[in-house]
């Protein structure tokens, strides 16, 4: 059984306030050897958890998109550049006038890589391939591209985007399948 | 514009330096830069602080390491530039001194990356790109980053993981002569960069420069200064700075920096040379190895050789001591170590010694023929690029070095 995130993430933490506690308690200072057992450090007593907001109001289309299995990006009605991820203004136009349009989804692959070493909040995941592939339009997309095996991965090779729900959070994002299937 | 020459240089042993605070830490490297120009802290009018942070406690490092080094009520500012972050600095300092509101100002870079636990490094550094887009639904970690370039290059060149090695191994091979590197003393093979485990295919643990503390600093004076204070002022002759997009998918290809390459263009029409076959010009260069494959597009953004070729300089043995362009002789990011914001005044501490000479044991001193040296520093995947040309002359171009 794969423990959830949430519960690995809590475990990391209180092994290390457990281990804190125990120290503070035998020594009356929270002050023990580091990793290698080579220096003193003082282990901090604070804890901050970091979690941020991320304003999405103005490209709320774009997920309401997602809600209708549509990924769509923005294009500026007056130069007409595709801006993906979606921008609510086109710099170079110094406008905000812009249109959502629903991605081809076609796509060629122009890079990818495995990730083997996970960072910590992705760590309940099985290796995954993240790919960079250029979009009939002409943007690029970056996403996980779904395969059974990666050794079948190949620059070039054609791709679709599609929606899809991330498991275990069950939110919906993108990712890239194989086009030949 | 005044002319700006950089007079003392101090760096710290990189390494895990769990036994330092952030101010002691930097302490060393202020010491060494003191003592190097024979200044005294009242002599410094300004000084600036590179640190990206973040991992570690403090969240005002400039002033913290400001008391710690008696370098207050001296004015100061933190700077941050990813990777570029020491760089950042040298620049701020050297700004300052060229616009004449400063006649001598310090360039410090200190970083303390093992205040975190090694998950939570992974964790900050892989949100470096575009937080939103790339890292909150795609999880890429900073090798995940090299990683596209190393693909699309290999595909693109027909380069093999064994040509990047022999990256690894070279700067090993001078970071292990090296007292200051924290693989002092350890030399690799290619048969175990090869086995090392794969981190983001396909770079392996031992293509990746490590996780590091450190400090450097370096002391900038305007020219009128320089000559009475040393005999051999190493010049800053030209920075060209630049940056990319924060959003990897929205560059062109995946098998150069535009950033480091726009960044060039500017440092080497300053000096009025060709971005051209620019190996010729310098007798060292320390570029930004974070990863192998970012030597090998280094060489290439940096015009040394054309596109696609500079995995022919390293199949070829020509970053070495000796080789048409000698490149990372201190160790490079890979085995000097990496901390973030000392990097790129490490680079700095680094070329003035070379120029100078002064580089011990001699094994690691290039020759020194033109008198002009160049660091290439990229924060970020090419998020930012800082070029810093360095040089014994204060006026004219670079000449041509002999061929070998």
């Known amino acids: 059984m794969v423990m959830s995130l949430e519960a690995r993430y809590e475990e990391f933490w209180r092994q290390s306030i457990k281990q804190l506690n125990e120290v503070v308690k035998a020594t009356g200072l929270p002050i023990a050897p580091d990793e290698k057992g080579q220096y003193s450090l003082w282990y901090d007593v604070r804890e901050m958890r970091l979690r941020f907001s991320i304003s999405v109001e103005r490209i709320k ?106 498991e275990p959070e069950g939110y919906l994002t993108y990712e890239f399948i194989p086009a030949e299937q | 514009m005044r002319e700006v020459a950089v007079v003392g240089v101090g760096h710290a042993k990189f390494g895990r330096r769990t036994d330092t605070t952030l101010g ?17 802290q009242r002599d410094i009018q300004y000084f600036v602080v590179g640190n990206a942070g973040g991992w570690s406690a403090e969240s005002l490092p400039a002033v913290v390491v400001g008391e710690y080094c008696g370098l207050s009520p001296k004015g100061t500012m933190r700077v941050e530039a990813a990777c570029a972050t020491g760089s950042a ?31 939570t490094v992974v964790e900050f550094i892989g949100r470096a790109g575009n937080y939103f887009w790339e890292f909150e639904n795609f999880g890429l970690t900073f090798p995940g980053y090299y990683a596209l370039y190393m693909t699309a290059y290999m595909n693109r060149f027909g380069a093999t993981e064994e040509d990047f090695c022999k990256v690894a191994v070279k700067n090993h091979h001078y970071g292990s002569i090296n007292p200051k590197a924290q693989f002092y003393g350890t030399k690799i093979t290619i048969d175990q960069c090869l086995k090392s485990r794969y981190v983001a295919w396909p770079i392996k643990l031992y293509d990746a420069s490590p996780i590091t503390d450190g400090a450097a600093a370096a002391i900038l004076v305007s020219e009128d200064l320089a000559r009475k204070i040393t005999d051999t002022p190493v010049w800053i002759r030209s920075v060209g700075v630049a940056t990319g997009t924060a959003n990897l998918s929205k560059r062109p290809d995946f098998i150069g920096l535009d950033a480091a390459y726009q960044a060039a263009e500017q440092a080497f029409k300053r000096i009025g040379i060709e971005h051209k ?39 070829n043995g020509q970053t070495y001591k000796g080789g ?70 204060k006026d004219g171009s670079p000449k041509v070095k002999p061929r070998r």
């Not at chain 1, 991820?85 to 170079?92: G, I, M, R, T, V």
């Not at chain 2, 040298?90 to 400063?102: I, K």
């Not at chain 2, 076959?277 to 280094?298: G, L, N, P, R």
Request: glycine fraction near 8%.
């Open chain 1, 61 to 166: 289309r774009f997920f309401e998109g997602l809600r209708e299995g549509k990924v769509y990006t923005t294009r500026c009605k007056r130069c007409g550049r595709y801006y993906f991820p979606p921008q609510a203004d086109c710099p170079y136009c110094k406008a905000s006038d812009m249109d959502w349009v629903e991605v081809s989804g076609e796509g060629e692959l122009l890079t990818y890589t495995i990730i083997n070493t996970k960072p910590l909040t992705y760590s309940h995941y099985p290796d995954y391939v993240v790919a960079i592939a250029r979009m009939r339009e002409g943007f690029n997309v970056l996403a996980w591209l779904r395969v059974d095996d990666s050794r079948k991965v190949r620059v070039g090779m054609k791709v679709k985007l599609q929606v899809v729900k991330r």
């Open chain 2, 324 to 393: 048409l362009i000698p490149v990372n002789l201190d160790g490079g990011l890979k085995a000097k170590g990496h901390p973030i914001g000392a990097t790129g005044t490490s680079m700095a501490v680094e070329m003035t010694k070379q120029l100078r000479q002064s580089v011990e044991p001699r094994d690691r001193q290039a020759d020194i023929y033109t008198g002009w040296a160049l660091s290439h520093n990229v924060g970020g995947t090419g998020h930012y690029a800082y070029i810093t040309i360095y040089s014994l002359d």
């Open chain 2, 277 to 315: 076959d620019t190996w010729k010009y310098f007798d060292v260069a320390d570029v930004h190895d974070c990863f192998t494959i970012a030597e090998v597009m280094a060489y290439e953004d940096l015009g040394f050789v054309e596109r696609g070729m500079g995995i022919q300089l390293i199949r």
């Open chain 2, 24 to 40: 002691e830490l930097a302490w060393e490297a202020v010491k060494e830069a003191l003592e190097d120009a024979r200044l005294d």
């Open chain 2, 89 to 119: 600095a040298l620049y701020n300092a050297y700004l300052a001194v060229a616009s004449g509101m400063a006649d001598i100002a310090m360039a410090i870079g200190v970083e303390k990356m093992y205040e975190s636990p090694t998950p």
